[in-house]
């Protein structure tokens, strides 16, 4: 399949008369969004744990009550830099109003474990980014693979494939600070041949790619949007890691 | 998984990227890219030489030829030493396209123009980008968006115009979005207006202002103000005029562009007929001093 299918992105969803599918949008948003927005709070706005943490329930209340993504032009500016605006301006009149009131009424239930985005925080390998507005976006990046991750171990646990996770687990996602094994090492390990190994990971990551697509889709609003993005997440910026197997 | 590294996450976004080819192209590295697409540097198994591939980052949603195929017809058409020829093209199993394409080794011009590098030697290398881009127009193609970084200087003074993918050959344009890159983009394609050569000259003229540095002669600042002007019709209306100017610059020719003074074209013809000159006052003086010595 050359791209994903068309899906209606979670912004037309959170505009729809079904109730149950104006739900399963915003967990859809939120999922995405949390995290990038709760550390954004933490480094750009300086904001202790426990303050960042109510100020992130509240934007998504807030951003709920106020329509604000229900106003979201496409041809105006991508989803991410529309929300992440946003969230700068909410951000100034909470720290103006000094507000930290909860707000109840129509929340959205979607668990928000803040104990360990602070536990991901001590384990950046860098400081504070110089720029933290880059911030945003690659911890909306890292929402998007963690969430492409388990779909592609769900995919691989539903059709048998779990052999192709394992090759895919062991040298794209190794980190050990130890360098990735080669292709030759892991077929060893695994005792597969290396050609085996050359083919696996092909084929997952042809699946892995394709679930991010699908993600992306998701989660951006306009055929424009959706292919900005993908290029952003694809361009060659993000292809220094590379591939060391030869 | 919860958590997932900085390393991981660059290793992540590189293998969702890295293009499936086929078994006659091996991938060695990556050379850069933009946001059209990302070129690699590969090894053609069954010509045994190494070559660049350029693989769009993501196929087009609309099932139109998107931007990199336009691209490599365009290379295609475009049989000239000064614009990278292209080897074959292709679809990649997840619906990307790719073409592949001679490997340029050597520097982009603005790591060139970062190096003490002799005036002779910076107007000889965009004498070759005007050959270039003078041969595109006259296929009817326009780049829209020259400037340094797309611009390779080899090692043997060969000169390559790079990254044709916006380029205006007549045919309708896949999207409508203003292309180009601030300081090298004309008043009107700013406006998203129809361009035509002269957009490219007006680049050309930004690419010599900074090729020249902070002190050009006025002459050659001229030169690129002329062609740079936000007016097209006061531009150098072909890259061939451009050229001839810039041609009797080095020459040390009056410019089209520049009215000179008195005093400042003395000083040209004296430095073009420099030796000429200073041999007949050798021999004026050496005449006068011996006629003199022998008291007439």
């Not at chain 1, 480094?43 to 709920?64: H, I, R, V, Y």
């Not at chain 1, 060893?188 to 990971?201: E, F, M, P, S």
């Amino acid at each position: 399949m050359p791209f994903p299918a068309t899906r209606l992105s979670v912004v037309e969803r959170t505009r729809s008369g079904d109730e149950e599918t104006r739900r399963l949008a915003w967990a859809t948003i939120i999922e995405a969004y949390w995290k990038p927005v709760y550390k954004y709070l933490r480094l750009k706005w300086s904001l202790d744990p426990d303050a960042a943490a109510d100020l992130t329930q509240e934007f998504f209340t807030t951003t709920l009550e106020k329509e604000i993504v229900e106003r979201f032009d496409p041809t105006r500016a991508r989803f991410r830099t529309y929300l992440r605006i946003c969230l700068d301006g909410f951000a100034s009149n909470a720290r103006k109003a000094e507000r930290r009131q909860k707000r109840g009424g129509d929340v959205v239930q979607v668990p928000l474990d803040f104990r360990t985005a602070e536990g991901e925080m001590a384990r950046h390998e860098g400081s504070v980014p110089a720029d933290v507005d880059d911030l945003f976006y690659r911890e909306w990046v890292r929402a998007l693979l963690a969430r492409g991750v388990a779909d592609l171990r769900l995919w691989a646990e539903q059709s048998g494939r779990l052999s192709m996770f394992e090759v895919f687990a062991r040298y794209d996602l190794a980190d050990d600070g130890e360098g990735r094994p080669t292709y030759a090492a892991l077929a060893r390990d695994l005792g597969l041949t290396t050609a085996t190994v050359t083919n696996h990971l092909a084929a997952i990551r042809r699946q892995f790619r394709q679930l991010l697509l699908e993600q992306l889709r998701e989660l951006t609003a306009s055929d424009q949007e959706f292919e900005s993005e993908a290029a952003r997440l694809f361009g060659s910026r993000a292809l220094d890691a590379g591939d060391d197997r030869r | 998984m919860s958590w997932i590294s900085d390393r991981a996450i660059d290793q992540l976004r590189a293998a969702a990227a890295w293009p499936e080819l086929d078994d006659r192209y091996v991938i060695t590295g990556v050379a850069g890219g933009g946001g059209m697409g990302t070129v690699y540097i590969a090894h053609d198994q069954v010509l045994d030489r190494d070559v660049a591939v350029k693989v769009s980052n993501v196929a087009d949603q609309r099932g139109r030829p998107d931007r990199l195929t336009r691209e490599a017809h365009i290379l295609s058409r475009l049989d000239h030493p000064g614009i990278v020829p292209v080897h074959d093209a292709g679809l990649l199993p997840d619906g990307r396209r790719f073409y592949v394409m001679k490997l340029v080794r050597g520097r982009r011009l603005d790591q060139v123009m970062s190096q003490p590098v002799p005036e002779a030697i910076r107007l000889d290398l965009f004498s070759r980008v005007l050959e270039a881009v003078a041969f595109a127009h006259a296929h009817g193609v326009v780049h829209r968006d020259l400037k340094p970084e797309n611009i390779m200087a080899g090692g043997f003074g060969e000169v390559f115009v790079m990254d044709w993918g916006v380029a205006q050959d007549g045919l309708p344009d896949p999207d409508s979005a203003i292309v180009g890159t601030p300081g090298f983009m004309p008043p009107e394609q700013e406006d998203a207006a129809p361009v035509d050569a002269r957009a490219d000259i007006f680049a050309l003229g930004a690419v010599l202002a900074q090729l020249m540095g902070d002190h050009p002669s006025r002459a050659l600042a001229a030169i690129a103000a002329k062609a740079r002007h936000h007016d097209p019709q006061r531009r150098y209306q072909t890259v061939e005029q451009l050229a001839a100017d810039v041609s009797r610059f080095r020459h040390r020719e009056p410019v089209t562009a520049y009215r000179e003074t008195w005093t400042e074209r003395t000083v040209r013809v004296y430095r073009r007929y420099e030796l000429p000159i200073l041999l007949v006052l050798a021999y004026v003086i050496m005449r006068f001093v011996l006629l003199a010595a022998l008291g007439v």
